[in-house]
């Protein structure tokens, strides 16, 4: 049971998928290599703590996009080291790249399939999401007895982490900026 998957299924340009910036696909020594981002909540933990969590899932976001853009299985991400990433995507391109580029990368991934949402008039916000999976009402038995998901807690705090509107889901002009999408601009900027 992961919370911070709830506005992953909400908030991504193909919805409802626990592949797309799984906080359980966390290899081992990344904490290391981004030192200033709490990864504990991964794996579950801290499940009934739901502020906090946006760094560590802009992070994994980023990173699992790059993982799906080499074509790679997340099972193998896993499998080995953090470092091994931009090592592998060196080898591939031929560029020399750390991981703070891949997360640059792998959001500016992000933000290309989250315009092409939003210029087809679809905003991440509005989509609906089962109450059944948040547990309202909480469930009486099983794992995840009596637990409800503060969806919205996680969903602001991922948009303000993001630089996305909290209203209209637009990433930050400034921000397309930083990730050489300026030619995005218009497309959800009208």
């Given at each position: 049971?992961?919370?911070s998957?709830a506005s992953i299924?909400?908030l991504d340009?193909?919805?409802?998928r626990?592949t797309?910036?799984?906080?359980?696909?966390l290899?081992?020594?990344l904490p290391?290599?981004?030192?200033?981002?709490?990864?504990?909540?991964?794996f579950g933990?801290?499940?009934?703590?739901?502020?906090?969590?946006a760094?560590?899932?802009?992070a994994?976001?980023?990173l699992?996009?790059?993982v799906?853009?080499?074509g790679m299985?997340?099972?193998g991400?896993l499998?080995?080291?953090?470092?091994f990433?931009p090592a592998?995507?060196?080898?591939?391109?031929?560029?020399?790249?750390?991981?703070n580029?891949?997360?640059?990368?792998?959001e500016?991934?992000?933000?290309?399939r989250?315009?092409?949402t939003?210029?087809?008039?679809i905003?991440?916000l509005?989509?609906n999401?089962?109450?059944?999976?948040?547990?309202k009402?909480?469930?009486?038995?099983?794992p995840?007895?009596g637990i409800?998901?503060?969806?919205?807690?996680?969903t602001?705090e991922f948009?303000k982490?993001?630089d996305w509107?909290?209203e209209?889901c637009r990433p930050a002009?400034?921000?397309m900026?930083?990730?050489d999408l300026?030619?995005?601009?218009e497309?959800?900027?009208?």
């Amino acid at each position: 049971f992961e919370p911070s998957m709830a506005s992953i299924y909400k908030l991504d340009a193909t919805p409802g998928r626990h592949t797309q910036a799984a906080q359980y696909c966390l290899p081992p020594d990344l904490p290391e290599l981004l030192p200033g981002i709490d990864f504990s909540f991964s794996f579950g933990n801290k499940r009934d703590i739901y502020t906090g969590r946006a760094k560590a899932q802009k992070a994994l976001a980023a990173l699992d996009h790059c993982v799906n853009a080499l074509g790679m299985c997340l099972f193998g991400f896993l499998s080995t080291t953090a470092d091994f990433m931009p090592a592998c995507y060196s080898a591939v391109t031929g560029w020399d790249v750390d991981i703070n580029e891949l997360l640059d990368a792998g959001e500016r991934i992000g933000t290309v399939r989250l315009v092409f949402t939003l210029r087809e008039g679809i905003n991440p916000l509005k989509r609906n999401f089962p109450d059944i999976a948040l547990g309202k009402p909480p469930l009486k038995g099983g794992p995840t007895k009596g637990i409800s998901v503060d969806l919205d807690t996680m969903t602001k705090e991922f948009c303000k982490e993001m630089d996305w509107d909290p209203e209209t889901c637009r990433p930050a002009k400034k921000r397309m900026e930083e990730l050489d999408l300026e030619w995005l601009i218009e497309d959800v900027w009208k």
